[in-house]
């Protein structure tokens, strides 16, 4: 049987070994040890703070470059189209804008699915293309241009205020 103390020193040493295992130390004594841990800890530390800055940094850039995500894929019929749209900031009209849009190209919406509260989001497929000479880069333009134009306009509204 083994005492009191002699568990409690076995526990201790085991509870070392793995002290210095994680903190990668090549040090012999307790007191070196726990020195490489506690600078193993600092560094650490340094390491959260250095990557909370560059997660600000992440966050802020995404929210100063507010550009619109289009997306816009030919489906398997002539002149059929599946399209994405997404920005983080949503104005009045951006919807009535973008379904002008497609009705100027000629497309008609055959199903959408559009969410307007703090961002824009709109998955959409087309079809039924009157016109002529339509692809996937003249449907993405239209719709680029359609959320400048209704991001211009509410942005002078605000200016007149």
Do not use: W
Not at 29 to 39: K, L, P, V
Not at 58 to 73: F, G, I, K, M, N
Not at 122 to 128: D, S
């Amino acid at each position: 049987m083994m005492s009191r103390e002699r568990k409690k020193a076995t526990a201790l040493q085991e509870k070392l070994k793995i002290l210095r295992s994680i903190t990668h130390s090549h040090a012999l004594s307790n007191t070196s040890i726990i020195m490489d841990a506690s600078e193993y800890i600092k560094e650490l530390k340094q390491k959260v703070v250095r990557l909370n800055q560059e997660i600000a940094c992440a966050q802020d850039a995404l929210r100063q470059s507010s550009y619109p995500t289009v997306t816009v894929e030919t489906l398997g019929g002539h002149g059929s189209f599946l399209i994405n749209v997404f920005t983080d900031k949503s104005c009045p009209g951006l919807l009535v804008s973008v379904l002008e849009a497609f009705d100027e190209l000629g497309l008609s919406v055959l199903e959408a699915t559009a969410s307007c509260a703090d961002s824009f989001r709109l998955q959409a497929v087309g079809g039924e293309n009157v016109a002529e000479n339509v692809d996937e880069h003249v449907v993405k333009q239209a719709v680029l241009q359609a959320i400048r134009s209704c991001s211009s306009e509410s942005g002078s509204e605000h200016d007149e205020e």
